[in-house]
């Protein structure tokens, strides 16, 4: 049964104009719309539109015209079908995969790479993710590297150092925080077949979306375990009133961050733990040691300068602290890491320290050739000997 309109009232729109509104609408945007969205859009487009006349025609068109990605999420069939053959007639324009120790890292997008894994080959996702985010879009990238202009914000020096550059959530309307959640619903269900039974799922996030994020992959179909705190003082919140400081220098706008989410969820598990355990080396987390269990509260602190010299990247994690996520993330210690959104490949690395078989994909050509250099520096961080340089790896290689 259709919802009631929001507006009753509203005069109908020719049906030719709803198609082609909606049309347009996902046909413009390079990811997947919510209801909500799309509605938004349309009314946009062509005015005031009774909410029935757009749901409907979606529904009568999909599939068809439209694909369901997920519950409430769609994308145009035509953009979804140019995209799967641009993917492949682009092929040549992706790096060869390159190897380094046990890691593999890809250049490809992350989604055409996924939807070609084995299913029940990956049994942990360790990842940080960037990727769909208004902040890593190639225009705020682009501004990113310009050093000026865009989402970013670039703290002042202080005693002489630059500090990084950070993204400023609190800009991103209503819109992008629907595409947010409409992004990582498909990316959840895109990854889902790919998991073991058991495999966990640990997403990186931050106070201000993580509840968006975890909406979305509990409705991909994963479940939700939780989340782990990595305790560290962060670059958001604290400031006084902008344009104000004086007036109110006893007021902070929202409280500065302590810690930082990573949520934790799980491919459901195949009959009980100790079954799924057997059968597949996942369904829960490896202990430090004997007499400690693996908490969710790790301490860390802000990645050092000489760190985020070997990989620069905007969004570095320390070692320091990835290591003890990822050798947590396989509970036997067996199995293959996947970091979907790999950036300067410190997950990768860490996965290399700790000695796990891992796989990183990474769409940006320049984060790619980044990593490429800067895992094998990372995997001997903060040691002494001599980095083990990365090798290509033929086309095929997983």
Same mark, same amino acid.
């Given at each position: 049964m259709l919802p009631t309109d929001r507006n009753s009232s509203s005069p109908k729109q020719p049906p030719g104009r709803v198609r082609d509104a909606i049309i347009k609408v996902l046909e413009d945007s390079d990811a997947p719309l919510t209801l909500a969205l799309i509605e938004a859009s349309v009314r946009k487009e062509i005015g005031e539109t009774p909410t029935s006349s757009i749901r409907s025609y979606l529904r009568l068109n999909t599939p068809g015209l439209f694909v369901r990605e997920a519950r409430g999420v769609y994308r145009s069939a035509v953009h979804q079908q140019s995209s799967r053959q641009q993917s492949l007639t682009e092929i040549e324009d992706w790096e060869a995969p390159v190897a380094c120790g046990k890691s593999t890292l890809h250049h490809h997008d992350c989604f055409s790479w996924v939807e070609q894994r084995p299913s029940n080959s990956v049994h942990a996702i360790v990842t940080d993710p960037p990727y769909g985010l208004h902040e890593y879009t190639e225009e705020q990238q682009r501004k990113l590297r310009a050093g000026r202009g865009g989402v970013w914000r670039l703290p002042p020096s202080f005693d002489g150092h630059r500090r990084s550059p950070v993204p400023r959530f609190t800009t991103l309307d209503e819109n992008q925080l629907q595409e947010i959640q409409a992004f990582f619903r498909v990316w959840g269900r895109a990854v889902l077949p790919a998991l073991v039974p058991g495999a966990n799922v640990v997403v990186?996030?931050?106070? &201000?979306?993580?509840?968006?994020?975890?909406?979305?992959?509990?409705?991909? +179909?994963?479940?939700?375990?939780?989340?782990?705190? @990595?305790?560290?003082?962060?670059?958001? *919140?604290?400031?006084?009133?902008?344009?104000?400081?004086?007036?109110?220098? *006893?007021?902070?706008?929202?409280?500065?961050?302590?810690?930082?989410?990573?949520?934790?969820?799980?491919?459901?598990?195949?009959?009980?733990?100790?079954?799924?355990? @057997?059968?597949? @080396?996942?369904? +829960?987390?490896?202990?430090? +040691?004997?007499? /400690?269990?693996?908490?969710?509260?790790?301490?860390?602190?802000?990645?050092?300068?000489?760190? @985020? /010299?070997?990989?620069?990247?905007?969004?570095? /994690?320390?070692?320091?602290?990835?290591?003890?996520?990822?050798?947590?993330?396989?509970?036997? +210690?067996?199995?293959?890491? &996947?970091?979907?959104?790999? *950036?300067?490949?410190?997950?990768?690395?860490?996965?290399?320290?700790?000695?796990?078989?891992?796989?990183?994909?990474?769409?940006?050509?320049?984060?790619?050739?980044?990593?490429?250099?800067?895992?094998?520096?990372?995997?001997?961080?903060?040691?002494?000997k001599a980095a083990t340089p990365c090798k290509p790896n033929s086309p095929g290689a997983s």
């Amino acid at each position: 049964m259709l919802p009631t309109d929001r507006n009753s009232s509203s005069p109908k729109q020719p049906p030719g104009r709803v198609r082609d509104a909606i049309i347009k609408v996902l046909e413009d945007s390079d990811a997947p719309l919510t209801l909500a969205l799309i509605e938004a859009s349309v009314r946009k487009e062509i005015g005031e539109t009774p909410t029935s006349s757009i749901r409907s025609y979606l529904r009568l068109n999909t599939p068809g015209l439209f694909v369901r990605e997920a519950r409430g999420v769609y994308r145009s069939a035509v953009h979804q079908q140019s995209s799967r053959q641009q993917s492949l007639t682009e092929i040549e324009d992706w790096e060869a995969p390159v190897a380094c120790g046990k890691s593999t890292l890809h250049h490809h997008d992350c989604f055409s790479w996924v939807e070609q894994r084995p299913s029940n080959s990956v049994h942990a996702i360790v990842t940080d993710p960037p990727y769909g985010l208004h902040e890593y879009t190639e225009e705020q990238q682009r501004k990113l590297r310009a050093g000026r202009g865009g989402v970013w914000r670039l703290p002042p020096s202080f005693d002489g150092h630059r500090r990084s550059p950070v993204p400023r959530f609190t800009t991103l309307d209503e819109n992008q925080l629907q595409e947010i959640q409409a992004f990582f619903r498909v990316w959840g269900r895109a990854v889902l077949p790919a998991l073991v039974p058991g495999a966990n799922v640990v997403v990186a996030s931050n106070p &201000l979306v993580a509840h968006i994020v975890a909406t979305a992959l509990a409705d991909a +179909g994963l479940e939700r375990r939780g989340e782990i705190v @990595r305790l560290t003082m962060t670059m958001r *919140g604290g400031d006084r009133p902008k344009g104000a400081h004086d007036e109110f220098a *006893g007021v902070s706008v929202m409280p500065r961050s302590m810690w930082e989410p990573w949520l934790v969820f799980r491919k459901p598990l195949e009959g009980r733990v100790q079954d799924n355990l @057997r059968k597949w @080396r996942t369904g +829960g987390f490896r202990r430090p +040691g004997d007499d /400690k269990p693996f908490g969710d509260v790790i301490a860390s602190a802000p990645t050092r300068r000489a760190e @985020r /010299k070997l990989a620069p990247h905007p969004s570095l /994690k320390p070692q320091a602290f990835l290591r003890q996520l990822v050798r947590g993330a396989l509970p036997l +210690g067996e199995g293959v890491v &996947l970091d979907t959104f790999a *950036g300067a490949g410190s997950t990768l690395a860490a996965c290399n320290a700790v000695g796990y078989e891992s796989i990183g994909v990474e769409k940006d050509r320049a984060y790619f050739l980044t990593a490429v250099e800067a895992i094998p520096k990372l995997t001997n961080y903060p040691s002494k000997k001599a980095a083990t340089p990365c090798k290509p790896n033929s086309p095929g290689a997983s």
